[in-house]
């Protein structure tokens, strides 16, 4: 396989750190979602993946890489396209070849970047604070999951912020899943039909999963 010197390697790259992270943003939703229904379902669910040594030491690692790595690639990708072309394109040749999105896909993902990091902040630095700075580590208790996650979005603001997010990160997806199995060779006249409608479906039933549940939790107050 081509190595990270040249573009086929790097569009490879990234669209296999694509697909890892299209899978995560499923089960993401899926534990999410529980809070939605079931507030012990949610608290159980949210004690094991926060508790579990597998999910932890080896899954959480891979995921922060894989998140980093996707998006430093996709900045070193457009860098690289945009030097490789002589002229720039003409406004009208771009808009008639190349959707918004296509053509701003950086835009989206810088976005999308600043949002991981208030998720993180909300989220993950409070996990990190709450277990080795506080040291609960062996904390026993799973009662609090639900609580803490209906409590960060009693701010309409912040709803707001996410809504949003959600909605560029839905608009992402639109181009960026069927950009990603392109890049593998999945090119075919039977399926790529499927794959462009399946993208489509992802990329508004995902992030509108995502908005359902912060819009849940801020009615819910």
């Not at 998140?67 to 070193?76: A, K, R, S, Y």
């Not at 309409?156 to 996410?162: D, E, G, L, S, T």
Request: aromatic residues 18%; hydrophobic residues 55%.
């Amino acid at each position: 396989m081509a190595g990270f010197s040249s573009s086929i390697g790097r569009k490879y790259a990234m669209a296999l750190s694509a697909f890892f992270l299209l899978v995560f943003l499923v089960m993401h939703l899926f534990t999410n979602m529980l809070s939605v229904f079931s507030v012990n379902g949610f608290n159980q669910a949210s004690y094991f993946m926060g508790y579990n040594p597998f999910i932890q030491y080896l899954m959480q690692p891979i995921l922060i890489f894989a998140v980093f790595f996707h998006f430093i690639m996709g900045f070193i990708l457009e860098a690289k396209n945009n030097k490789a072309r002589p002229v720039k394109y003409d406004v009208n040749g771009a808009a008639a070849n190349s959707s918004w999105m296509s053509r701003n896909m950086i835009i989206s993902g810088l976005v999308i970047l600043a949002f991981l990091g208030l998720h993180m902040y909300d989220f993950w630095f409070h996990e990190i604070n709450h277990k080795y700075i506080q040291g609960n580590i062996d904390d026993i208790g799973t009662d609090r999951f639900w609580i803490e996650l209906h409590e960060k979005f009693a701010d309409p603001i912040k709803v707001v912020i996410y809504v949003v997010a959600f909605i560029l990160l839905g608009l992402h997806l639109a181009h960026g899943f069927q950009s990603a199995f392109q890049s593998v060779g999945a090119r075919h006249p039977k399926y790529t039909p499927f794959i462009k409608a399946f993208g489509t479906w992802y990329s508004i039933l995902i992030p509108a999963g995502f908005i359902l549940i912060a819009i849940y939790h801020f009615v819910t107050q």
